[in-house]
């Protein structure tokens, strides 16, 4: 059995994601939460700065079972919100099964609905994982940024989406978040 994990994940332009089946240390005060999905294999460990202050948490979220689009199906599965600055959040948003599709170009098209742009992306094969890929995408709209890292088999995915006002305030502990949480998929070796 094989897991592919997305640890430490870099924003794009700062070089290549990395991955790993085990995380760096992350620096810093973090609080953390996760998400295990045992039957999908799915699970996600995020960690939120506590210098930001108090972080709402909704794990599991209350409509984990209505898609967000047809198909392929992606659910939101867990979502965070600073207490202090609402407009800060995120969300653990996962497909079961791709049906086929691109998970990079499905998670765009999410964004895109969202009102948000690609201004930045990049895309890491994993080595061992049939369809193995790491993706972080950057956006951007006239008032707020997103940062997303994505964890991909070929049938599968998951994805932390995190989102802040267009303030200079939000760039490092949204770099913290992605940076150092976890996106794992274990998946059965071929």
Known sequence: MHSLVAAQAPLPGAGASSTS????????????????????????????????????????WRNADKSLINDPQVFVVANFQNVSSPRFFGLIRVSYDLHGYDCGVVFKKLAELDGLSLEKYSETDVQGIKGGKVYVLAYASK?????????????????LFVVAPSDGKFAEPMTTIVGSSELTIAAMAD
């Open 143 to 159: 008032d707020r940024t997103a940062t997303s890292k994505l964890v991909c088999d070929e049938k599968s995915a998951v994805e």
């Open 21 to 60: 089946t085990a995380s760096s240390k992350p620096t810093g005060k973090l609080g953390y939460f996760q998400y295990n999905d045992a039957n999908s294999r799915i699970s996600a460990k995020i960690f939120l700065p506590e210098s930001m202050g108090e972080w709402a948490v909704e794990n599991p």
